[in-house]
């Protein structure tokens, strides 16, 4: 079981997030590319899924309605959006394919963070 799960095809930006959401005291998975995470969602579910719009196989926007919208694949997962795309066309797509956050990169780790334990229920003094 873990807690995040990472979909970020740059390997720099997929580490990063990693160590830092580990160091938080997460316990996260993290995959280059949608298809991989949603054969691995059979056997195990995140509680919170980070992913980049850009990714090899399909968007991030299709990811996130596919889930939103396969009741056998999520049971309330939330899905974080993380991309260098920082247009109102953007923050709209995200939010009509049921993304419960939308962060533009550069974004500071921190708020990640933060905003990952306000959706799978943290305090901070619980981390």
């Known amino acids: 079981m873990f807690d995040v799960l990472v979909i970020e095809d740059s390997l720099t ?3 990063i997030l990693k160590m830092y959401l580990e160091k938080a005291g997460l316990k ?16 195990s579910q995140p ?5 980049d719009i850009i990714l090899p196989d399909m968007s991030g926007f299709q990811l996130c309605r596919k889930l939103k919208k396969n009741s056998q694949l999520v049971l309330n997962i939330s899905v974080i959006i993380c991309s ?5 066309v953007d923050k709209f797509w995200a939010e009509m394919s049921g993304a419960d956050a939308y962060f533009t990169k550069p974004y500071a780790l921190e708020q990640i963070v933060k905003k990952v334990g306000q959706l799978i229920g943290l305090s901070p ?3």
Do not use: G
């Open 13 to 15: 930006d997929r580490m």
């Open 28 to 43: 996260v998975k993290a995959l280059s590319n949608a298809e991989s995470a949603l054969e691995l969602m059979k056997s």
């Open 47 to 51: 509680l919170v899924i980070i992913t």
């Open 84 to 88: 260098s795309k920082n247009t109102k």
């Open 125 to 127: 003094q619980s981390r």
